[in-house]
């Protein structure tokens, strides 16, 4: 099934029986696979809320004003060539210096973990994550805030700059692009009652025009909009504040350089 209306789309996110659909449970430790079993975006009932707990008790060690400087000040550094600077901005915060090693495993592991395509280079990457994090208690829940966040914190830049205008207000401009064009196009739940899939077509659902006026124009002015965008109802994206942070530092950056220094 597929819902494209914002209403139907809140009424699954909000209700338990719809779960995400169910990943392998028998891959080797250290594989992307057996990385995919461990988090809590593919788990459900008490195991996903453990799972988000650890992971939103790690990022509350994490400062977005913080985190928003950081991404500006490196983005100047590196003359505007921003593509790595979320990863590596966010693995400073949480305890890792060797950038390169982290950025590279981080964009290889990323590759396949959320369509869960597996193969060497990215079990590679999975097993080179564990050892790097594993300093420091469990390195699942960092694992996690790490690859939730790289390619959606970075499609999300990339999308705004295609949207960008000189003076346009970087936090209204990441708020629009959310909406109108998410980094993340569709969300699928699958019915634990019937076992059918269900895809939710967030692009649609955060242009209905039963709940955004105009959905078609790109409005930086239109202000907060609940776009479905980072979720809703039982499983809201936990570091919405920490990728739009990153996002607006980069942003802020590249469009308004000499504001920035």
Request: net charge negative.
């Amino acid at each position: 099934m597929l819902i494209t209306r914002h209403a139907e789309a809140v009424a699954v996110l909000s209700d338990t029986r719809y779960v995400p659909p169910p990943v392998r449970q028998d891959a080797p430790a250290g594989t992307l696979s057996w990385l995919r079993a461990q988090v809590s975006r593919f788990s459900t009932g008490e195991v996903h809320a453990e799972r988000r707990r650890l992971v939103a008790e790690r990022l509350a060690t994490l400062d977005p004003a913080a985190l928003r400087q950081a991404a500006t000040a490196a983005t100047l550094e590196r003359g505007g060539d921003w593509p790595d600077v979320p990863t590596a901005v966010l693995g400073a915060a949480l305890g890792i210096t060797d950038e390169k090693r982290l950025v590279g495993a981080v964009t290889a592991a990323a590759a396949g973990y959320l369509s869960g395509e597996e193969g060497p280079e990215a079990d590679a990457a999975v097993a080179d994550l564990v050892e790097l994090l594993s300093g420091e208690g469990d390195p699942i829940p960092r694992i996690t805030i790490l690859l939730q966040a790289h390619a959606a914190t970075a499609g999300l830049i990339a999308n705004a700059l295609t949207h960008a205008d000189p003076g346009d207000d970087v936090d209204g401009l990441l708020r629009e692009t959310l909406r109108h064009d998410p980094p993340l196009k569709a969300s699928r739940r699958l019915d634990r009652q019937t076992g059918d899939e269900v895809t939710i077509d967030l692009v649609a659902a955060n242009r209905d025009p039963a709940v955004f006026p105009q959905p078609e124009r790109f409005d930086v002015s239109r202000g907060p909009a609940p776009h479905l965008t980072f979720g809703s109802g039982v499983r809201p994206c936990p570091a919405s504040a920490h990728a739009l942070a990153l996002a607006a530092g980069v942003l802020t950056a590249v469009l308004r350089p000499e504001d920035a220094r």
